[in-house]
């Protein structure tokens, strides 16, 4: 087996607490955003109230609709994913790990069903919409990212990741502007995605040994989608709040549109902020060079 000489995987240096402390703090971070967006956004008058307002905005002939990159979400699709996840892991001779992949997308999208049926909506706000926390599809969407992530060779998973995180906004966006969901509904979809992969990542078979096929690939590639992920997060969320403000001074259908547009706006913050958080967390950020002695002995 040949090594690389060039391996900057956080994974493949120092000792495997400092692997399962990052990747368990992720998960004990969505294991208390699910609850906490719960309590403040559906059991609240207040809350209730911000989110109808940005379904206010939704045109009556697009309410409920549906588009490509909702339609693309199905059982069969799902199955077929996690077949092609397993395969391709199995083929990389990382059966472990497809299977590990395997459990984020399925267990993400059992504990979003789950969560929908018993996290009921009381009506204390006068809705007009039925309970919908989590989102079904956003939680797919980023459970799918995260799992194909962890079959990808990470020299390939820049363009995988940049790929997969405009999916998963268009997803979120999608569900707002059709009135198929809420800000918290997505929030909360992201929250259980995170738990998921961080459970995964800290307690399942390690993603990358730091052996060739781990390797990172050129720097260059790396640092674009760093910055592509850090100012997309940053210039979504400061625009989502100037379309927030711009609704909430105003008066009229112009004003619920620009707090609709806000919704879409911070699901999609959101979605990023979770993508890059994971990118962050992957070490693929990261441009120093690996001691070639620190790499396990392949005679």
């Not at 208390?32 to 002939?61: F, K, N």
């Not at 009381?122 to 992530?149: D, K, M, R, W, Y």
């Not at 990741?161 to 999916?167: D, I």
């Not at 800290?202 to 050129?218: N, S």
Request: hydrophobic share 55%; charged share 15%; proline share 5%.
């Amino acid at each position: 087996m040949t090594l690389t000489p060039e391996r900057n995987a956080p994974e493949s240096r120092g000792p495997s607490v400092s692997r399962r402390l990052r990747w368990g703090v992720l998960a004990a971070l969505g294991f208390v955003i699910v609850p906490s967006v719960y309590a403040a956004a559906v059991l609240t008058p207040v809350g209730q109230r911000m989110e109808d307002a940005a379904l206010g905005g939704v045109r009556e002939s697009d309410l409920f609709s549906s588009d490509t990159a909702l339609n693309v979400i199905s059982v069969p699709v799902i199955l077929l994913l996690v077949v092609v996840i397993v395969a391709v892991a199995f083929a990389r001779r990382r059966l472990s790990v497809g299977l590990g992949a395997g459990a984020v997308v399925l267990a993400s999208a059992a504990t979003s069903t789950l969560v929908k049926r018993i996290a009921e909506r009381p009506e204390i706000a006068q809705s007009t919409t039925p309970n919908s926390f989590p989102s079904g599809h956003a939680t797919i969407a980023l459970a799918a990212l995260f799992a194909v992530l962890m079959v990808t060779p990470r020299r390939f998973r820049p363009i995988v990741t940049l790929l997969g995180a405009v999916y998963a906004v268009f997803v979120a966006n999608q569900t707002v502007v059709y009135g198929w969901h809420r800000v918290s509904d997505i929030i909360g979809a992201c929250a259980i995605a995170m738990f998921w992969l961080g459970v995964v990542r800290a307690f399942g078979p390690r993603v990358d040994r730091g052996l060739r096929g781990d390797r990172d690939g050129r720097r260059g590639p790396r640092r674009v989608v760093s910055v592509v992920l850090l100012v997309a997060t940053g210039v979504t969320l400061a625009v989502g709040v100037a379309a927030l403000v711009v609704g909430l001074t105003g008066d009229g259908a112009h004003d619920r549109a620009a707090i609709l547009m806000a919704g879409r706006l911070a699901s999609s913050a959101s979605v990023l902020a979770v993508v890059t958080a994971v990118w962050f967390l992957d070490g693929m950020h990261h441009a120093a060079r690996t001691d070639p002695a620190a790499l396990p002995d392949a005679r």
